[in-house]
């Protein structure tokens, strides 16, 4: 019998002996387990089922690890802060550099060493929920900020801020815009703002924004937590804007015209790059990862990153999973709006 909180590992391995060894190791230590023979059932599981971390073979048949990783990465994006941890019985250091380079969390070598598995398992889940819980934390300052804000003089306090930012009502409606989202609308050929919401001009951008707002509404009138990233193209070149919408979750004391949805925007041409110590504190960089995403969220081009900093779009992309765990993002418009979004909590002078 699990606790009702028992996390759920998917244990992915050809060779149905060694699958049923590892499922028995971490039933016995309180883990729920689903046991998939490929890559292909695996997918299969994760239609329907969200694991807390996976445990997966590299050679495999019908779908190898690598491929299965492959397509976790570009397909799920709600699993993109799960470890994703290799099982291998090749050692070369060439195999483990590529498997980082997708995106693995970790490797376990063939024999497999249960107590060393138990033990990386438990500190990935453990570094998993520190995240989970700043990440949290932080949203919650950002929505508290605005929470509060339908009407009077606090209003004004938003046009200090060089953010865009735009609170909508109970149907999507405008509450408020400060200055930057006003000067946005008006400087760049990229949204509109009215009394009826927000709309971007781009028609992809648009239905993207739509869905975004629709599911922060209604997590807002549930009373519940949601945060969605949003990328926003210019119709005629190639800048872009970062939105970060954060549901306002609503009680039944809530009034009507209160905020239920809080939108950050920053456009690329108005970011200013956040000092590498901050971004540092805020999100437990290191000073690459740090250089990495302050460097991205100016530019939200991976190959202009690669470029500035004088390496490869692949080692851009290793340290970008590094920002996706440990900022607990799933894909680049989240984390590049949360980079932007979180400095503004702070007071940073100017140069």
Do not use: W
Request: hydrophobic share 45%.
């Amino acid at each position: 019998m699990y606790a009702p909180d028992s996390l759920l590992i998917l244990v992915v391995e050809d060779e149905k002996a060694l699958r049923s060894d590892i499922a028995e190791e971490l039933e016995e230590a309180g883990y729920r387990v689903l046991a998939a023979a490929d890559g292909q059932q695996a997918l299969d599981f994760l239609a329907d089922t969200t694991p807390d971390l996976l445990l997966c073979d590299i050679t495999m048949p019908v779908l190898d690890g690598y491929q299965l990783l492959n397509i976790l990465r570009r397909q799920h994006p709600e699993l993109a802060a799960t470890p994703f941890v290799f099982l291998t019985a090749l050692s070369e250091p060439r195999k483990v550099i590529d498997g980082k380079l997708s995106g693995a969390d970790d490797y376990l070598i063939k024999p497999i060493d249960y107590d060393l598995m138990l033990a990386t398992i438990e500190a990935h889940l453990r570094q998993v929920k520190r995240i989970r819980r700043r990440h949290d934390d932080e949203i919650t300052t950002l929505r508290s900020a605005v929470s509060g804000l339908s009407g009077g003089g606090a209003e004004h306090a938003l046009d200090l801020i060089t953010l865009g930012i735009v609170l909508l009502g109970e149907q999507g409606k405008l509450v408020h815009a400060n200055r930057a989202a006003h000067e946005m609308a008006n400087d760049a050929d990229l949204i509109r703002i009215s009394t009826a919401g927000i709309r971007a001009l781009d028609s992809r951008s648009n239905r993207t924004l739509r869905q975004a707002i629709a599911d922060t509404l209604a997590a807002a009138q549930n009373a519940e937590e949601k945060v969605a990233g949003v990328m926003l193209q210019q119709v005629q070149d190639n800048s872009s804007t970062s939105v970060l919408a954060c549901a306002i979750p609503q009680t039944e004391s809530s009034l009507s015209r209160n905020p239920h949805v809080a939108l950050f925007l920053s456009a690329s041409g108005r970011r200013k790059r956040a000092p590498e110590t901050l971004l540092m504190e805020l999100f437990d960089l290191t000073p690459t990862e740090a250089r990495v995403a302050g460097a991205l969220a100016s530019s939200a081009r991976a190959s202009d990153v690669a470029a500035e900093l004088g390496v490869s779009q692949t080692t851009i992309a290793f340290h970008m999973r590094n920002l996706f765990r440990k900022t607990d993002t799933h894909r680049q418009a989240d984390l590049i709006a949360l980079i932007l979004a979180g400095p503004m909590m702070c007071r940073v002078p100017d140069d």
